[in-house]
């Protein structure tokens, strides 16, 4: 039997033991997903969109209840939980209303003796492994399309939301999709490669780079369709014509908000030098504002850490970052009590000789490193392997868009970071994956089209 120990962030008390699938209980939900896939497909679009605008109005209604289970499993300030629960139904909306002419036939040629057009067929039972960080966003930003499309859809969530994750399987069903077709795969990594190992139709995968890559490599062995959404390490650049207080309090937003754990958090930010000493100093008071405590709490703005393990990784960062000459303007540390607690940290004085300048944080910490003007700042925004987001400051669009076209980034920032429209395409470039979720592409992701010649019988 697989078994997860199980940790309250917040108070690093042991909660339970999770009892996870093992390869013969994932062996089943695929058996059962692959038996009940066709009958979903074959379901008149119009029924399987019920579906989806009930679940989409059982969350809007059970949004607090919904988003004090994810709280109370993964440390999210209960503000940002309620956030992130309450957006969610907006977001299927661009599902809602684009999915029937995504995925309806086209045709491409109507001649008297020949047609050609295509039609979209589901891939089959695909997989869902996803993060922690954002769960429902993460999640719905995946399954929700593939079950308009006529998917089975097997959903690990991360050991780190189970709770999360099993409430989206009760309140799929509830709205009428069947038990077979959206099915919760509980466990962590061994369970996640056991998943792999049967002959699925496609992997789609939230999560670090590291996992990313074996993911990638076990479904080769397959030649399946796989998408990688990976993490991140956003540059935002304040120009010298900004105004520095109100630039660095939305950058602090962007980049302490759910303690960094953002896959599209600020990870380190390039001032012009024009204004560093002022944004700076901007910057330094609104750390200071951050109320941080029990995420249960309406005015916490920062909670523990979800995930304990990632707290000496940041430590190393830091040490190494002073190492090397930074100096630690706030925070550096972690705090003094039981669960995973680390302070805001602020690192100025900062070069790319260090990791935290370069290596995915994913915690309550920043670099901030002032530069001459928009060349070198494009030239540090480019220096690294991640190409998630980046954002530029500056009142003058053209040199913004200057800026942001010379970067190797799937998504660019005019004035504002730490965003997501559900109507553009998420996208990773480099190590920060492969393929798109959200937008068109993201729908289009979960079917394949079938190339139809249709020529009138001769004579
Ligand atoms: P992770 O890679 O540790 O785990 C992600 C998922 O993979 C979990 O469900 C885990 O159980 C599973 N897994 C682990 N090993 C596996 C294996 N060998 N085979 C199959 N599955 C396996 O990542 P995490 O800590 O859950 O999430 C944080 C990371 O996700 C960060 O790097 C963050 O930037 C990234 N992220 C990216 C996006 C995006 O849209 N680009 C969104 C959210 C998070």
């Known amino acids: 039997m697989l078994a997860i120990e199980r940790t309250d962030p917040a108070t690093g008390e042991a909660r339970d033991a999770l009892v996870a699938d093992d390869a013969a209980a994932v062996a089943r939900k695929y058996e059962a997903a692959r038996a009940a896939q066709p009958a979903w497909a074959a379901r008149p679009f119009a029924e399987r ?197 109100a630039t660095a309090e939305g950058l602090a937003d962007g980049a302490f908000y759910n303690a960094g754990q953002s896959c599209c958090a600020v990870e380190r930010i390039y001032v012009h030098e024009a204004i560093y000493g002022p944004f700076v100093e901007a910057f330094a008071a609104a750390v200071d504002g951050f109320v941080m405590g029990d995420p249960a709490h309406e005015d916490t703005y920062l909670g523990p850490l979800t995930r304990a393990a990632q707290i000496p990784v940041i430590e190393a960062q830091v040490a190494d970052a002073v190492a090397k000459g930074a100096k630690v303007l706030r925070g550096g540390h972690r705090l003094d009590k039981p669960g995973a607690w680390f302070a805001p940290t602020v690192l100025i004085d900062v070069d790319h000789t260090m990791e935290v300048m370069r290596e995915e944080s994913f915690g309550p910490v920043i670099g901030i490193q002032k530069v001459s003007g928009d060349a070198e700042a494009v030239k540090l925004m480019n220096d690294t392997a991640y190409g998630l987001t980046a954002a530029v400051y500056t009142h003058d669009l053209a040199r913004a868009q200057g800026i942001l076209g010379a970067l190797d980034t799937g998504t660019a920032y005019w004035n504002c970071c730490d965003r997501v429209s559900p109507r553009l395409e998420w996208t990773g470039r480099g190590h920060s994956g492969v393929g798109s979720t959200l937008g068109e592409v993201g729908i289009r992701a979960f079917v394949r089209p079938r190339a139809w010649h249709l020529r009138a019988p001769q004579g």
């Open 49 to 245: 969109l019920a579906c989806i605008e009930r679940f989409r109005d059982l969350l809007a209604e059970r949004r607090d209840g919904l988003a004090a289970i994810q709280s109370k499993e993964t440390g999210k300030p209960i503000k940002q939980a309620r956030g992130e629960v309450g957006a969610t139904p907006g977001r299927l909306d661009w599902f809602i209303q684009q999915a029937e002419a995504m995925l309806a036939p086209s045709t491409r040629l109507d001649t008297p003796g020949l047609t050609e057009k295509v039609t979209w067929e589901a891939l089959g039972v695909v997989v869902n492994v996803s993060a922690w960080n954002y769960p429902w966003f993460v999640g719905t930003n995946v399954y929700v399309p593939a079950l308009l499309a006529g998917n089975a859809v097997l959903y690990k969530p991360s050991e780190l939301a189970v709770d999360v994750g099993l409430s989206m399987g009760q309140l799929l069903h509830e709205a009428g999709v069947p038990a077979d077709v959206f099915q919760v795969v509980v466990g962590g990594g061994a369970t996640g490669a056991a998943l792999l190992e049967l002959p699925i139709d496609g992997v789609f995968f939230t999560g670090s780079h590291a996992t990313g890559v074996k993911i990638a490599q076990a479904a080769a062995a397959q030649l399946i369709p796989v998408q990688l959404e990976l993490g991140g390490k956003d540059p935002a650049y304040a120009a010298d014509d900004v105004d520095p207080k």
